[in-house]
């Protein structure tokens, strides 16, 4: 009994679970900033105004389109060049496109949020 209990001691660690995987590094920013207007599920809603659903959308299989909406907004979606990191775009853009039911694989970098040359609204103007 003795060697068994001890067995499975030294065992153990074996069968310990598996660390979980790290978060996306655009989870945080969808939580915290997206996530209001778009719903933790991305089911978007309807309410004062149309909120469009990031899941399932295949408004974002092109990467240019929700580059472009994101650094310059669109509609009521206000622009968040110059709130965000050109980093953090990217990485929130690569989380909604990988999340959601999207399977879209193809990465977005800071370097393509830069060249997309949509400078920082200045004073507030659209």
């Known amino acids: 009994m003795r060697t068994l209990l001890l ?8 069968f310990a ?12 920013i969808y939580q915290n900033v997206c996530q209001a207007c778009h719903m933790a599920n991305a089911g978007g809603g ?3 105004g149309r909120i469009p659903a990031l899941a399932g959308n295949r408004n974002l299989a092109v990467a240019g389109y ?19 990191s050109d980093q953090e775009i990217a990485d929130v853009i690569n989380y909604v496109r990988s999340h959601f039911g999207n399977k879209y694989k193809d990465k977005v970098t800071a370097a393509i949020i830069a060249e997309q040359g949509i400078p920082a609204p200045k004073g507030g103007e659209r």
């Open 7 to 14: 067995s499975l001691l030294l065992a153990a660690p074996a």
């Open 17 to 28: 679970a598996a660390p979980p995987p790290a978060p996306h590094p655009g989870a945080e």
């Open 46 to 48: 309807v309410g004062a």
């Open 66 to 84: 929700p580059v472009t909406v994101v650094t310059g907004g669109k509609g009521a979606m206000p622009w968040f060049r110059g709130a965000l």
